[in-house]
C-alpha cells in the first residue's frame, strides 16, 4: 500500500514538472527594441565657398572746403572663399570675398579757386574683405561676429575738370547668421560696416582735398561645404 502511495506521488510530481516545462517553452521572448536613431551632431568645420550679393548706404565727402558730406548708395555681388573651425559650440572662422560693386553719390560743389558750381562725386567699383569669423553653434543654425581688413577703389570725380580712381585699405566690422539648409549647402544673411579711410584727390583743381568712402552693407549668400 505504502509502495503504490509512493508511486503515485511521484507520478503526480513528474506530471507537475512536466506541465511546468511546456509551460515556460511556450512563452516567447519579449521581442527586441532597438533605442531610437541618433544622427551624429552636426560640424561646421572645413572648408567652403559661395556667391553673396546685397545692398549698400552711406556717406563721402571731398576735404578743405571742396563740398559738404553726401550719400552714397547702390549695390554688390561676388564670391566667398572660407574655412571654418569647431570646438564644443563655439567656431573659429576664416573669410575672404571680393564683389563687384556699383556704389555711388553726388553732390553739386564749389571748387576752390574756380568760382563757379560744379558736381562732385565719388565711386566704389570693386570690393574685397578678408575677415576673421566668431560664431556659437546651435546645431545647425549659427550667428557669428566678424572683422577684418577691407580693400576697394574710391574713384573721385569734378565734372569736367577730373578725376582720379585710388586703391585704399580700411577696415571693416559686423555680425550675421548662417543657418544649414540641407546637405552641404548653408544660407547666411550679414551686415557688415565698411571704412575705406581716405583717397587723395588730383592736384588742381583739387589740391589740398581728399575724399573719404564709408559704407553700411547688408547681403546675403549661399555656401556649399566640403
Known amino acids: 500500500m505504502k509502495k503504490k502511495l509512493l508511486l503515485a506521488t511521484a507520478g503526480v510530481i513528474a506530471l507537475g514538472v ?10 516567447r521572448a519579449a521581442p527586441y527594441k532597438a533605442p531610437p536613431y541618433q544622427p551624429p551632431p552636426f560640424s561646421w568645420t572645413g572648408f567652403y565657398v559661395g556667391i553673396n550679393g546685397g545692398g549698400a548706404w552711406g556717406r563721402s565727402d571731398y576735404s578743405a572746403g571742396v563740398s559738404p558730406s553726401f550719400d552714397v548708395s547702390g549695390g ?3 564670391g566667398t572663399l572660407g574655412y571654418n573651425w569647431q570646438t564644443g559650440p563655439v567656431v573659429f572662422g576664416l573669410e575672404g570675398d571680393i564683389d563687384w ?3 555711388s553719390g553726388s553732390t553739386t560743389c564749389l571748387p576752390a579757386g574756380l568760382g563757379v558750381a560744379s558736381t562732385c562725386d565719388a565711386r566704389n567699383d570693386w570690393l574685397g574683405t578678408v575677415r576673421g569669423r566668431l560664431g556659437y553653434a546651435f546645431d545647425r543654425v549659427m550667428p557669428y561676429v566678424t572683422g577684418g581688413l577691407a580693400v576697394g577703389n574710391i574713384k573721385t570725380s569734378i565734372a569736367g575738370l577730373g578725376s582720379r580712381d585710388e586703391t585704399n585699405a580700411g577696415w571693416t566690422l559686423g555680425g550675421g547668421v548662417e ?4 546637405g552641404p549647402w548653408s544660407a547666411k544673411v550679414e551686415y557688415l560696416y565698411v571704412d575705406l579711410g581716405r583717397a587723395d584727390n588730383p592736384d588742381t583743381p583739387f589740391s589740398g582735398s581728399d575724399s573719404k568712402f564709408q559704407t553700411n552693407i547688408v547681403r546675403a549668400g549661399l555656401n556649399y561645404h566640403f
Open 18 to 27: 512536466t506541465a511546468a516545462s511546456a509551460a515556460d517553452l511556450g512563452r
Open 179 to 182: 543657418v544649414n539648409i540641407t
Open 76 to 78: 554688390l555681388v561676388g
Open 101 to 103: 560693386a556699383h556704389i
